[in-house]
Antibody, heavy 118, light 109 residues
């Protein structure tokens, strides 16, 4: 059974930083393309960024609103995906989901809430 | 940037009836279209990909159709557990981007 478990969310002030982690199990993590998707309170879904598997180049792509502020990385030895978020804005407040992207966003974690507020 | 527009915003249907949800892309996305179901307080679940292929474990009452700019998700014989919010999502290779529609809330009539 595929499992994704996010952690690291919390309350942070505007301009601050936070790092999210996502541990994966039940699948070959190193072969998986992984994405972060977020959902602001009461709003729809927004793709944040994606990292390909190392065997397919390890390319990382970001959505325009987070490019230059957020960094996605992976540690295949630990089956873990990361999202480093810097220069946070109030509009970054959302539940952040870790996903396996194969055909679409095939599997999702339960999400971790990030609140950016003074 | 490709914009995905879903209609209607809210759809009220009786259990046992059919629901038809629409998704329109501002330019062609070929068949690079997926559908998700999200229940309150839960993560989304992949229903369909490549416009018309059901994801693993998805019941046959869910079907998808369309290509290019017009897509439809049809749910026949609605069950109580089907009342939720549904999102469409497209993928483009260049620039690499995934875009969601704003969602359609399917509620009980």
């Amino acid at each position: 059974e595929v499992q994704l478990v996010e952690s690291g969310g919390g309350l942070v002030k505007p301009g601050g930083s936070l790092r999210l982690s996502c541990g994966g199990s039940g699948f070959t993590f190193s072969n998986a393309w992984m994405s972060w998707v977020r959902q602001a309170p009461g709003k729809g879904l927004e793709w944040v960024g994606r990292i390909k598997s190392k065997t397919e180049g390890g390319t990382i792509d970001y959505a325009a609103p987070v490019k230059g502020r957020f960094t996605i990385s992976r540690d295949d030895s630990k089956n873990t995906l990361y999202l480093q978020m810097n220069s946070l804005k109030t509009e970054d407040t959302a539940v952040y989901y870790c996903t396996v992207c194969r055909h679409g966003f095939d599997f999702w974690g339960q999400g971790t809430l990030v609140t950016v507020s003074s | 940037e490709i914009v995905m527009t879903q209609s209607p915003d809210t759809l009220s249907v009786s259990p046992g009836e059919r629901a038809t949800l629409s998704c329109r892309a501002s330019q062609s996305v070929s068949n690079n279209l997926a559908w998700y179901q999200q229940k309150a307080g839960q993560a989304p679940r992949l229903l369909m990909y490549d416009a018309s292929t059901r994801a693993a474990g998805i019941p046959a009452r869910f079907s998808g159709s369309g290509s290019g700019t017009e897509f439809t998700l049809t749910i026949t014989s609605l069950q109580s557990e089907d009342f939720a919010v549904y999102y469409c999502q497209q993928y483009t290779n260049w620039p690499p981007m995934y875009t969601f529609g704003q969602g359609t809330k399917l509620d009980i009539k």
